[in-house]
């Protein structure tokens, strides 16, 4: 019988529930899943690659055909190298769609066999994004039921960290992603 691989990238910085809620979902209907962040030496995330990667192994453990994995370059070259047949992608609301439908369509133009399937999460994680969480946290707000435990205690560090900074406390460097580059460094 086929077995069918599906890879579900994204940057998950941090990994939500509502990521959680998709793996748990896609890890139902897909034979193996491959939980892939994205790794984009461009932007400045919240947390390191490696961070990422330890916070959605820790929530996916409990999942036997679900795995983590980081990558770089196109989408459907990394599904390729994976032999997986599926990219799964999320969406919460209609404002999604057209971004979702046009990467669908994007990625289905680069490679024809490779299938986009979109999942829909929970109605309680409609609002939510990683975006979002970032913000509330950064401004003092509860993330406590948008992310799992142990990512809210990691967002919590991060913060602790940043405030530090600004209060001037405890940094010899000269600029906060100095302070997180080496915060980063000694997670790593
Ligand atoms: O969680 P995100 O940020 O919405 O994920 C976006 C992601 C990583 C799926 C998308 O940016 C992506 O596929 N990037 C890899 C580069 C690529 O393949 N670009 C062409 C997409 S049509």
Not at 15 to 26: A, C, F, V
Not at 34 to 43: D, F, H, Q, T, Y
Not at 46 to 63: G, I, N, P, Q, Y
Not at 143 to 154: A, F, G, M
């Amino acid at each position: 019988m086929k077995r069918i691989k599906a890879i579900y990238p994204g940057s998950f910085d941090p990994p939500t529930n509502g990521h959680l809620d998709l793996i748990e979902r896609g890890s139902k209907i897909f034979d193996e899943l491959v939980v892939a962040i994205l790794r984009n030496p461009e932007k400045d995330p919240l947390f390191s690659v490696a961070d990422r990667r330890k916070m959605l192994e820790a929530m996916t453990s409990t999942f036997d055909n679900v795995s983590v994995d980081t990558f770089d370059g196109l989408t459907v070259d990394y599904a390729l190298r994976l032999d997986a047949q599926a990219i799964l992608r999320g969406i919460r609301a209609i404002s999604d769609y057209e971004y979702e439908l046009q990467m669908a369509l994007m990625n289905r133009k680069l490679q024809p066999a490779l299938e986009t399937v979109f999942m829909m999460p929970a109605e309680k994680y409609s609002y939510l994004s990683s975006r979002l969480v970032r913000e509330v946290a950064q401004l003092g707000g509860s993330i406590s039921c948008l992310v799992p435990e142990l990512v809210e205690q990691k967002v919590r560090e991060k913060m602790d960290i940043a405030h530090k900074f600004a209060n001037g406390e405890g940094t010899i460097g000269k600029t906060l992603s100095e302070a997180k580059s080496r915060d980063r460094k000694k997670k790593n």
